[in-house]
């Protein structure tokens, strides 16, 4: 392991260097990645309502989804030709790694230990982390938490971070997906449920839940969301950087925060600024 | 089970009162029980019409994900078996071996396998395939539920086999040698394909174990199968986790009575036929549950009934 | 070679004691329930019967998974049946050994039943004669002769009930699965954790299977 993760660090040196040298060039994107020559294959959830979901019909619907279509309409390909495959959380590494998809949009947060592996465009949303609860209770600050029985997905950063700077003893229940934790918050064996806002919005804003749950308003550390690249596809990177930007500023990102996320009272935020590969 | 009236007398009108009260007391508790559970799932809204109407209503929750998800769960479980057949024969008839140099290999593999929990297999065997190949992520769970099944089995199976080709008389072998038959021609000319029929039916209980063993790969290594697609459903269908969860469990149920009921059948076809030895390996009832392993063969093997049998209770 | 054993982040004896209780706790729930199953399943009242018959065909063809999942969502989280837990580590330890008593009971019932088959008839007739009754010609004649002949088999249903602990991690028990998925996910070294874990489970089983293995030989009814 230590091995790998020394090689992985020389290579991410000769990206930094080698994304210096690409800074610039800017082309009108034709085709992008090497998925073929006409169409695309984007790695989203399927499972995560406002952001990347599987619907009765199979086709997909969420902020991930329209993004992932905005960018490949930049880059040339037609919705009809976007080939896409679920990209589960543990999975994304290893998917653009292995070429299995051209890129990822799927709430893949930024961090350093990620981009010794894989790049990054974007990010095209922050997020935060937070709490969703019963509508009509409240959570008044951090320190509440301890108070709380909250509940996570196995293996989810979000728990850990909980842990670590705000509630050492809170009692956590861990599950494999968040509709288990739904389950219990609807019913009261949990009091709290904790992960991004984005994610928690999406189920807040699902139909059957109007009026049900609400987000805390906590903020609980922030979440930058980009899209994931083959390591040091900084050619692809500029293309998306561009689109993004375009995205921004023509209102068809705000429209989308809008319609997938807004019914649950989510107050559209202003547009990230782009910080990856320039 | 048709004579066990013998545990007690037939009841007189005295007993009969009795067995009367039981039946109501035993009603009215499982009656207050159902009612009770019944009765907080409604004041939690979790018999709510929309959680539930989908599966009835809305054809697209089985074309969209039930039933692929029922395709995969069919697909590793059947992969899982057909590659764990010949594995199994394989290890089951080199521990039968005359060569103690193939025997106790093969024993040791057998037992190996046998006291490891199925989950650490597949474990074990997802993260091999993660560091050392390069199979797409898509199918890498596959992959590894079918290694773990086809492992764990094969060594089942192994024991099977053995106890198959162990239940055949004696004179078989005998026959074939004294037609100068070799070993090895005995083996695959006299011996298999009499116990292949002998063994049948506990190869299809076999099947129940690896199509509920391969609900752990879906919760734990997120396979595609059954039970995982609780969690697609319940998240376009508003949380309706336990309606989806119950729907899904009653799926494994029908299937594996289904099976149950299809090697009952055929173990009893077998016993029938006059052109077998009427003999029939079972798996244990304990081993259904991936039981029997550690020197005592769990795997019995069922003669037609003897002498010896008749007057025991179910004779 | 072992530098990622460190036993401060990853707490394998901790791990393997819970997965050893498990083991005992459901082990004893499951000989009791099963006891009680088995005796539905000869009882004269006919409800019962359809009742164990029942229970141990559905629980039989059920997925521990399912059935382990289910104690977590079904009776915690939605009707609400903590079991008395003071955390949710507490609440899903109470709720794993439930469902594995649950599980396991059903082939100790049917394991039992095959036991009472191998009683004599003689045996109940002349307890019945005596004026026994029926609890009385279970309790006193029938079970304890039925124990001493499914000893091998039950040890197997223990041996696989020590095996099917591991389920208990898909509702977040820390047992010995659950560390292993969490190491072999941030370690390198495969074969070895892959080892160490069988290993462990290995020790877990083979002293019960051969100390069950030599009491069945002590008891067992001569005939």
């Not at chain 2, 907080?40 to 074309?63: E, I």
């Not at chain 3, 649950?102 to 008839?121: D, H, K, W």
């Amino acid at each position: 392991m230590r091995l790998r993760k020394s090689t992985a660090a020389v290579a991410s040196v000769f990206a930094l260097a080698l994304t210096a040298t690409a800074c610039g060039s800017d082309d009108g994107g034709s085709d992008g990645g090497d998925g073929g020559s006409e169409g695309l294959t984007i790695g989203i959830k399927y499972d995560q309502p406002g952001l990347g979901l599987q619907n009765a019909d199979n086709e997909f619907t969420g902020f991930d989804v329209d993004i992932a279509t905005y960018v490949a309409g930049e880059l040339g390909v037609e919705p009809e030709d976007i080939t896409w495959k679920q990209a589960q959380s543990p999975e994304r590494e290893n998917m653009l790694k292995n070429g299995d998809v051209d890129f990822i949009v799927a709430t893949y947060s930024i961090t350093d230990e990620r981009k010794q592996e894989v790049s990054f465009a974007g990010p095209y949303f922050v997020a935060q982390q937070d709490l969703l609860i019963r509508a009509g209770e409240s959570v008044e600050n951090t320190d509440a938490i301890n108070d709380l029985n909250l509940c996570s997905v196995a293996g989810s950063t979000s728990a850990q971070k909980i842990q670590d700077n705000f509630a050492e003893d809170v009692n956590l229940q861990e599950f494999g997906g968040y509709s288990e934790c739904l389950t219990g918050l609807e019913n009261g064996a949990v009091d709290a449920l904790t992960t991004d806002n984005t994610i928690l919005a999406g189920y807040a804003a699902q139909a059957e839940h109007q009026g049900k749950f609400e987000l805390a308003g906590l903020d609980l550390g922030l979440e930058n969301y980009g899209i994931g690249l083959p390591k040091d596809d900084t050619e692809l990177q500029e293309k998306i950087n561009a689109a993004l930007e375009k995205m921004f500023e023509d209102g068809a990102w705000a429209e989308a925060v809008e319609k997938n996320l807004g019914p649950a009272g989510f107050e559209t935020p202003d547009a990230p600024e782009i910080t990856e590969g320039s | 089970m048709s004579n066990l009236s013998v545990l007690y007398d037939a009841p007189g009108p005295k007993a009969k009162a009795r067995n009367i009260l039981y039946t109501v007391l035993f009603l009215v508790v499982f009656v207050a029980v159902l009612w009770w559970a019944l009765a907080a799932m409604a004041d939690k809204g979790q018999l709510d019409a929309n959680k539930w109407s989908p599966f009835v209503t809305d054809s697209r929750v089985w074309t969209t994900f039930l039933l692929p998800a029922l395709g995969n769960t069919l697909k590793a479980a059947a992969l899982s078996i057909v590659i764990a057949l010949p594995l199994g024969a394989i290890l089951g008839i080199g521990r039968l071996s005359d060569h103690r140099w193939v025997r106790i290999p093969c024993g040791a593999v057998v037992e190996f396998f046998r006291a490891i929990p199925v989950l650490l297999l597949m474990l074990f065997a997802s993260a091999l395939y993660v560091q050392f190949t390069d199979i797409s992520s898509e199918l890498r769970p596959l992959y590894a539920v079918v290694t773990g099944l086809v492992l764990y089995n094969a060594s089942v199976i192994a024991e099977v086999v053995r106890s198959g080709i162990l239940s055949l008389p004696r004179g078989q072998t005998d026959a074939a040698q004294a037609i100068g038959m070799r070993k090895g021609q005995a083996m695959t000319h006299v011996l298999l394909p009499q116990s292949v029929t002998a063994m049948l039916p506990a190869l299809v209980s076999q099947l129940v174990v690896v199509v509920k063993d391969t609900a752990l790969g879906g919760v734990m290594l997120n396979f595609e199968e059954l039970l995982r697609s609780v969690r697609t459903i319940s998240a376009n269908y508003g949380a309706n986790t336990i309606a989806a969860f119950t729907v899904v469990a009653l799926i494994f149920i029908v299937l594996n009575f289904l099976l149950t009921s299809a090697a009952t059948w055929l173990e009893r076809r077998i016993r029938r036929g006059k052109r077998t030895t009427g003999a029939v390996v079972t798996i244990d009832p304990t081993d259904a549950m991936e039981a029997d392993q550690l020197g005592r063969p769990a795997i019995k093997t069922k003669q037609p009934s003897t002498p010896d049998e008749q007057g025991r209770l179910d004779g | 070679m072992f530098d990622f054993l460190d036993l401060q982040r990853y707490d394998l004896f901790g791990a393997f004691w819970v997965t050893a209780q498990l083991a005992v706790f459901s082990a004893i729930g499951s000989l009791v329930w099963g006891t009680i199953l088995a005796g539905m399943r000869v009882s004269p009242v006919p409800l019962m019967r359809v009742f164990g018959t029942a229970y141990v065909n559905i629980v039989r063809n059920t997925p521990l998974t399912v059935i382990i999942l289910f104690t977590s969502l079904g009776l915690f989280q939605t009707l609400g049946i903590a079991m008395g837990g003071e955390s949710f580590k507490e609440t899903n330890f109470r709720l794993a050994v439930l469902g594995l008593t649950a599980y396991t009971a059903a082939f100790v019932c049917e394991a039992l039943r095959s036991g009472i088959n191998t009683v004599p008839v003689g045996q109940a007739e002349a307890a019945r004669a005596l004026g026994l009754s029926f609890t009385q010609v279970l309790r006193l004649v029938v079970l304890p002769q039925a124990f001493r002949s499914v000893i091998a088999p039950l040890a197997n249903v223990l041996i696989a009930l020590t095996k099917n602990t591991t389920v208990a991690a898909a509702i977040g028990v820390a047992e010995a699965a659950l560390l292993m998925k969490r190491m072999i996910e941030n370690e390198a070294q495969v074969f070895l954790i892959g080892g160490i874990f069988a290993l462990g489970f290995i020790l877990l089983t083979l002293p019960t299977g051969l100390l069950l293995g030599w009491v069945s030989k002590r008891v067992a009814v001569k005939r």
